[in-house]
């Protein structure tokens, strides 16, 4: 299993600020993935997190705006830059041991309020 | 590309009984892995089960068990003798094997509230 830490955990942002939320994970994994969960609704990928590489990115979600990094097997930033109300969302930090098999584990989320 | 249905966005069950959270889905992946999560109002993703395409017994961990029908494609999952504390919401996943993404898709979710 993976222990993940994310912070902050929550914060209130003003419109046009960017924020960096950072994923810790207690072991080394293979897969970090960033999600967004808009209120009341199901999670949806926003990027596979690549390590030593730029992040992957599901379609309607752009580096400009959600930029990723990984720096090495165990952490991971996501910023959301010039933020809107409408980025106001949980955002949810995961990880995966293993590329194929095998549960995802996940953080408890940072959920932002933007102004 | 892959798809995941969740047709209940509210259910009711009374507490002690059993309930069945309908999930379908959609992959053109042969080999693929069936996940069901649960989200209590603390926001936590909790892990509860897990389905192989290609295992042939459905999966059980204690109260909960995956009614898996590959040919309708279908992976439902079922909680017995319901308590208090199932109430939350429950995310049906789906992780390709066959690819190498890795990712986990979700369902859109099934709302679970259990009656005294």
């Known amino acids: 299993s993976a222990v993940i830490s994310q912070k902050p955990s929550r914060d209130i942002c003003q419109r046009g600020t960017s924020l960096t939320i950072q994923c810790q994970v207690d072991s080394q994994v293979t897969m970090m993935f960033w999600y967004r969960q808009q209120p009341g609704q199901s999670l949806t990928l926003i990027a596979t997190?690549?390590?030593?590489?730029?992040?992957?990115?599901e379609s309607g979600f752009v580096i400009d705006k959600f930029p990723i990094s990984r720096p090495n097997l165990t952490f991971s930033t996501l910023t959301v830059s010039n933020m809107s109300p409408e980025d106001s969302s949980i955002y949810l930090c995961s990880a995966a041991p293993d590329r194929k098999a095998g549960e995802l584990f996940f953080g408890e989320g940072s959920r932002l309020t933007v102004l | 590309a892959q798809k995941i249905t969740q047709t209940q966005p509210g259910m009711f069950v009374q507490e002690k009984e059993a309930v069945t959270l309908d999930c379908t889905y959609d992959t053109s992946d042969q080999s693929y892995g069936l996940f069901w999560y649960k989200q209590p109002s603390s926001g936590e993703m909790i892990f509860l089960i897990y389905?192989?395409?290609?295992?042939?017994q459905n999966a059980t961990e204690g109260r909960y068990s995956l009614n898996f029908q590959k040919a309708r494609k279908s992976a439902n999952l079922v909680i017995s003798a319901s308590q208090l504390g199932d109430s939350a919401m429950y995310f049906c996943a789906m992780r390709s094997i066959s690819s190498n993404t890795g990712k986990l898709i979700f369902g859109q979710g099934t709302t679970l509230q259990v009656k005294p």
């Open positions: 997190a690549n390590q030593g590489s730029e992040a992957t990115y």
């Open positions: 389905q192989g395409s290609y295992d042939e």
